[in-house]
């Protein structure tokens, strides 16, 4: 019945486009996607990075998401790790998932983002 998850939202400030810009897309490679016109007028943007659909929306009592995250898989955790330290964005290590070497960020806005290396 069910196919995937098509996109996962997380939130942001209100006017912090720029900002979800520079980290997801300047950053990460993230492509930005234009939002259909009907929902443009209520700020944010989306991005994708192959099958993988992340929309940042902006609210006015923005309060980051600390325990709820998505999960994004990589070929070479290394890699991103060395991104991130190229950055100077703290990075916090995680050992606790048995056969997969994994670590969390945090994006501009506070939202915890986790990025895995599966050891098959």
Known sequence: MFKKIDH???SAPVGSEKEAIRFYNGILGFD?????T???KRGGVWFRYGDIHLHIGVE?????AKKAHPAI???SLKVIENIFKNHHIVIQHD??????????VNDPFGNRLEFLEWER
């Open 8 to 10: 996962v939202q997380l």
């Open 32 to 36: 930005v996607i234009q939002k259909p």
């Open 38 to 40: 009907t929902l443009e």
């Open 60 to 64: 006015q009592a923005f309060s980051p």
């Open 73 to 75: 898989e990589v070929d």
């Open 95 to 104: 050992d606790n998932l048995p056969e997969a070497k994994r670590f969390y």
